[in-house]
Nanobody, 114 residues
Framework: QVQVVESGGGLVQAGGSLRLSCTAS??????MGWYRQAPGKQRELVAS???????NYADLVKGRFTISRDNAKNTVYLQMNSLKPEDTAVYYC??????????WGQGTQVTVSS
């Protein structure tokens, strides 16, 4: 059974930094990524990373956010710098199993005050 557990959200002032972590267990994962959903908006991709280290970022976070991954620990990180109030959202970790299927974490709240 796949389990996905996120941590690291919180409240930060604009311009500050936060680091999110997500650890998955129960399978081998090809893609691990972060999505976010702000109130009244659709869930959107923030960044993703393959097992080989290839990354993909949403245009809105390029140059500010960095995704990384520790395959030995099945853990993905999202370093968020220069945070803006518009980055406020619930951040969700998503993992894709090599044999198919994806799984979501429970979400972690990130709030950026102006």
């Amino acid at each position: 059974q796949v389990q996905v557990v996120e941590s690291g959200g919180g409240l930060v002032q604009a311009g500050g930094s936060l680091r999110l972590s997500c650890t998955a267990s129960g399978s081998i994962f090809s893609i691990m990524g972060w999505y976010r959903q702000a109130p009244g908006k659709q869930r959107e991709l923030v960044a993703s990373i393959t097992s080989g280290g290839s990354t993909n970022y949403a245009d809105l976070v390029k140059g500010r956010f960095t995704i990384s991954r520790d395959n030995a620990k099945n853990t993905v990180y999202l370093q968020m710098n220069s945070l803006k109030p518009e980055d406020t959202a619930v951040y969700y970790c998503n993992v894709v199993v090599f044999l198919g299927g994806s799984h979501w974490g429970q979400g972690t709240q990130v709030t950026v005050s102006s």
